[in-house]
């Protein structure tokens, strides 16, 4: 398999975080714990990534990026940003869920269970893919680092790689629950 260069990066959670790798080859991996500001901080944190590296962005192969289930809003601004990147970079980009990266940095015999609101956590076996109260998991993967969950990313997608991937899109475990408005729109005047 030919060299590629591919910058992962998450905001999945309470988290803003970047990797480069080259193939299997870890260069640089960051992540930093923040409940918000993923927004404004991703792109410099993505570009502080490839400079340790002596990287621009015209190196790179493709991206990666984690898709959840997570932070609602976290994971639409990594979606968007690789989709933009990908768009104007004209290369792939490929969505991992958080349960395809934790598989790369967990023990294989630990089940993933991804941490959810209100004590409970996200969950995939045979059973599909749902979510159930944290204490019903008794071995549980320890937690990645936000480092982690992007170089996670990073690798699943070395694996995909040249396949050319759908547009990455957020992973929802269950449907978004929002109802559209009861009452009557307004009436415009003209």
Known sequence: MSSQLILGLDTSGPHCAAALINGDTILHAHGEDMARGQAERLMDLLEEVLAAEGKSWSDLSALAVGTGPGNFTGIRIGVSAARGLALGLKIPAYGVTGFEARAHVSPTSARIAIPAPRD?????????????????VTDAAPNP????????????AAHLWPTTPEPPAPFY????????????PPRILT
């Open 145 to 156: 680092t936000p480092a982690d969950l992007a170089t996670g990313a990073a690798l699943h």
């Open 120 to 136: 409970m956590v996200y969950v995939s076996d045979d059973q599909g893919t749902r979510i159930i109260p944290a204490a019903d």
């Open 173 to 184: 475990v269950r449907a978004p629950d929002a109802a559209p408005a009861r009452d009557a």
